[in-house]
């Protein structure tokens, strides 16, 4: 059975570590524990990214997390205009290569339209083990 969890964070710089936290969290207790360096940077990347460029002050980001098998989707939808593209490449240039840094770390990539805003989102194969204590938990916090 497919497993979903999601959360909001606000429009602040401690939000981009509680997503790491959150999403890290949530990958163990499901038992996916390959790849987690890989989620953790792309989770920093595009929670930055939402904070810098898609979050209007007041509002708030959505992670989800989606676990069917051996592929993790991870999505970070905002409530901002703009569409994300990746930089292009540039040795002179300080910022501008998360999105380039996800698309090379993870399966799969892209950005969906989800009114008012966008979700940006990627995919990852992982291999699954049983957690802990049992059976991965179901739902959503």
């Known amino acids: 059975m497919p497993l979903s969890r ?7 710089r401690s939000s981009v570590g ?3 936290t959150f999403a890290l969290e949530t990958l163990t207790e499901w038992g ?7 989620v953790r940077l792309c989770v920093s990347e595009l929670a930055t990214n939402a904070l810098l460029h898609g979050v209007p002050p007041g ?3 959505c992670l989800v997390l989606d676990a069917d098998g051996p592929l993790i989707r991870v999505a970070v939808r905002d409530s901002g205009g703009g569409w994300p593209e990746a ?16 698309a090379a ?8 339209a989800d009114p008012p805003g966008k979700t940006v989102w990627t995919v990852f194969k ?16």
């Open 18 to 20: 509680a997503a790491r």
């Open 87 to 102: 930089a292009r490449e540039s040795t002179e240039e300080c910022g501008g290569r998360g999105l380039r840094l996800v």
């Open 32 to 38: 996916y524990c390959d790849r987690q360096d890989d």
């Open 126 to 141: 992982i291999g699954h083990s049983e957690p802990e204590g049992g059976r991965p938990s179901h739902g959503s916090i």
């Open 6 to 12: 999601q959360r909001r964070f606000p429009r602040a």
């Open 59 to 61: 509002r708030e980001f």
């Open 105 to 112: 770390l993870a399966d799969d990539f892209g950005v969906t």
